[in-house]
């Protein structure tokens, strides 16, 4: 867990930093610069790209992280060739999604013409869009592979963000005149970040390009087409599953782009509480490949519980610091966001069931019962889509944000029961209980500060209060030791520095 903990934290500043700008962007300049249904097109465009570009990988990304074990044992890399294998067979399915398009566009601009018909006018830009995610998210596998996954989420999370704010800025300042040309820059700014982690991974030296068909491809091509299609599936549905929200508001809401951009503000600020997975998932990863392969059980044991437990308690901090401040951004944004604080309480709860039982998706993908990853994942997608669809049409963004917490509890449990009858293994211990009910004990406690009528500063009051004790009672009960020896190191640096 250490190489682990300190991947994470690095990875973890720079997505916070990432998410800093993207905040401003989300929650300032998108509503400020732009109509709600401007900002809902930037948003349902890179939600429509995320779903072709699962289709056009074609599942080589987990044959990448799986397999590469195997190939750097068994064969120098020099005669290695599941590198340019991998990124062929993306480019061939980009091809072919390329001719497939004029039968595509109609069928999109059919479901959302109507509420949505903005989408009519740019939807040709999803196209590069697919491509540069392709690309991108391959390069990215393999930096993991190297140990770079620190320089690949400062990519993904901080420099395209960046990137994205910049643009806005342009616009702003009207060295951006056109709203047609500001789509077309924004659609292609995946091609900076795959320049730079391309000439990253190209300097590693650690992968050679031959168009040789090695004795290892051969003898693991039935394995890696069965893995990789089931993957493939399971990613796709991965991928639905949480791009289908806003997807079905665009399509059947009444407020279409417009409940599409409020909706986006709710996820954004309770995806906050998916930083320390997005950190974690890339260093932990590698760890779990490893202990399949090596059948360390008592390691992947270690993992599942650590992991689970820490996610848990980070992200009932951040969630406590966003409900805290919620009345903060109602009072910026203004009445016509006033169902933002229920949905983020709706929404962040189905977040911490998620995180709080840890890389279930990992240790199942990576192990010989992957098949199951597949099938909780269509049944995930398939009931998350019903529950959405329905309830959004009968109750609008609330009954949204119901349907996808009660699919993600169904999902889960699911996982849950699987893996420890099957593998015997499971997250939890007490610490898990602990952590709920000093979050809540805080949290409760919080409210009974006043201060004035002062809105930030009663509001700021509130959340050093409760930061502080919540983290303090976590330290001072040791319920995760990677947190608190985090604690102490920090620590122990800013002594010894003084």
């Not at 700008?21 to 249904?37: R, S």
């Not at 998620?354 to 997608?381: C, P, Y």
Request: net charge positive; hydrophobic share 55%.
């Amino acid at each position: 867990m250490a190489t682990i903990r300190k991947q994470s934290i690095y990875s973890s500043i720079y997505i916070y930093a990432g998410f800093v700008f993207g905040a401003i962007n989300v929650l300032y300049f998108f509503p400020k610069f732009f109509t709600p249904e401007q900002f809902g097109l930037t948003r349902i465009l890179m939600d429509i790209a995320l779903i072709f570009s699962t289709l056009c990988t074609a599942g080589m990304i987990p044959i990448a992280i799986k397999f590469s074990p195997f190939y750097n044992y068994h064969l120098p890399k020099e005669k290695s060739d599941l590198f340019a294998l991998t990124f062929l067979i993306a480019i061939a399915t980009c091809i072919v999604f390329y001719f497939l398009l004029p039968v595509l566009y109609p069928i999109i601009i059919r479901k959302f013409g109507f509420r949505s018909p903005l989408l009519i006018d740019y939807v040709e830009w999803i196209y590069p869009m697919v491509v540069g995610l392709v690309i991108f998210s391959l390069l990215e596998a393999y930096a993991w592979l190297i140990s770079k996954n620190v320089a690949s989420n400062f990519l993904r999370e901080f420099l395209y963000r960046l990137l994205v704010t910049t643009l806005i800025l342009m616009w702003s300042w009207k060295v951006i005149k056109s709203f047609d040309l500001f789509i077309g820059v924004y659609a292609l700014l995946y091609l900076v970040l795959i320049i730079m982690l391309g000439w990253i991974v190209y300097r590693s030296n650690a992968f050679s390009i031959t168009l040789t068909r090695s004795k290892l491809t051969r003898k693991y091509a039935p394995m890696m087409l069965k893995f990789g299609s089931a993957y493939f599936l399971s990613a796709l549905l991965n991928i639905l599953a949480k791009t289908n929200d806003t997807l079905i508001i665009a399509s059947q809401s009444s407020g279409g782009l417009k409940d599409a951009a409020i909706f986006t503000i709710a996820t954004y600020l309770i995806t906050l509480m998916d930083v320390p997975q997005r950190s974690m998932v890339s260093s932990a990863t590698i760890q779990i490949a490893h202990a399949w392969r090596s059948k360390d059980m008592p390691k992947l044991d270690r993992l599942y519980k650590k992991t689970a437990l820490t996610l848990l308690i980070i992200a009932l901090g951040i969630m406590g610091v966003i409900i805290i401040n919620a009345p903060i951004i109602l009072e910026y944004l203004g009445d016509v966001y006033a169902g933002l604080p229920l949905l983020m309480l709706i929404l962040g709860t189905g977040k911490l069931i998620e995180l709080g039982t840890g890389m279930n998706a990992q240790i199942l993908q990576l192990s010989k019962h992957w098949r199951i990853d597949l099938f909780t994942n269509i049944f995930f997608v398939c009931i998350s889509i019903l529950l959405n669809y329905f309830m959004t049409k009968k109750y609008g963004l609330i009954g949204t944000a119901y349907g996808s917490v009660i699919a993600i509890l169904l999902f889960n449990t699911i996982r849950f029961i699987y893996i420890k009858k099957f593998i015997k293994l499971q997250p939890f211990t007490m610490s898990h209980l602990y952590a709920i009910c000093l979050a809540l004990a805080w949290g409760g406690l919080s409210n009974f500060i006043s201060f004035g009528d002062n809105l930030i500063i009663y509001q700021t009051l509130k959340t050093i209060f409760f930061i502080s004790g919540f983290t303090s009672s976590v330290i001072i009960m040791n319920l995760s030791q990677d947190i608190t020896d985090l604690y102490f190191q920090i620590k122990n640096k800013v002594f010894h520095r003084k």
